[in-house]
């Protein structure tokens, strides 16, 4: 079955960086998207970016250019997500989730809480 | 960026009761909206796409409708298990954004 395993939650400081990683399986990796999502409890949801598997191409959310930047290796069907010179509006839930052009995100990770404190 | 601007933010029924939730879109989206479902310390899990679809393994209590910039998301028969947020999500037009939400308690 296809499953979206996201590394464990993350305490960091101010002006660092973090990088989360979306390990998957049960399915073609390389032939399907990743969105990136951005979730404070108890508010909405915000799309970050998506990046293509097959090649590494990536779209991003204005807002989030020069914060985030996505990756993938094909060989362990594993995203990550770097994000950037963290400041307290960055602590949140963040989640992956997979796509394919023309239909929405059906399977999602369990999500990661980054909480950025010194 | 579409805004998406949903209602109402909450809501309080009864088991076996229908609600509807709605969603207007900024611009058209073309019938590019999906629905989810969270609940709490969870993932949202897909209910419908293409405004009207229904994601396989979802109940079909749970239909979807609209066009143009306005979408509606009704649940009949309410059961125990649909206490959730709702969040409609556009997909039409980069960036993709999501409602607010709508908290759906029973009673």
């Known amino acids: 079955q296809v499953k979206l395993q996201q590394s464990g939650a993350e305490l960091v400081k101010p002006g660092a960086s973090v990088k989360l990683s979306c390990k998957t399986s049960?399915?073609?990796?390389?032939?399907?998207?990743m969105s990136w999502f951005k979730q404070i409890p108890g508010q909405s949801i915000e799309w970050i970016g998506m990046?293509?598997?097959?090649?590494?191409?990536?779209g991003y959310n204005q807002k989030f250019k020069g914060k985030a930047t996505l990756t993938v290796d094909t060989s362990s069907s594993t995203a990550y997500m770097d994000l950037s010179s963290l400041t307290t509006e960055d602590s949140a839930v963040y989640f992956c989730?997979?796509?394919?052009?023309?239909?929405?995100?059906?399977?999602w990770g369990q999500g990661v809480m980054v909480t950025v404190s010194s | 960026d579409i805004q998406m601007t949903q209602s109402p933010a909450s809501l309080s029924a009864s088991l076996g009761e229908t609600v509807s939730i709605e969603c207007l879109a900024s611009?058209?989206?073309?019938?590019?909206l999906a629905w989810y479902q969270q609940k709490p310390g969870k993932s949202p899990q897909l209910l419908i796409y293409?405004?009207?679809s229904l994601q396989d393994g979802v109940p079909s209590r749970f239909s979807g409708s609209g066009s143009g910039t306005q979408y509606s998301l009704k649940i009949n028969s309410l059961e125990s298990e649909d206490a959730a947020t709702y969040f409609c999500?556009?997909?039409?037009?980069?960036?993709?954004?999501f409602g607010g939400g709508t908290k759906l308690e029973l009673k």
């Open positions: 999500l556009q997909d039409s037009e980069y960036p993709w954004t």
């Open positions: 293409y405004a009207s």
């Open positions: 989730a997979r796509h394919y052009g023309g239909y929405p995100f059906d399977y």
């Open positions: 990046i293509y598997a097959g090649d590494g191409g990536t």
């Open positions: 049960g399915y073609t990796f390389s032939t399907s998207y």
């Open positions: 611009e058209d989206i073309y019938n590019n």
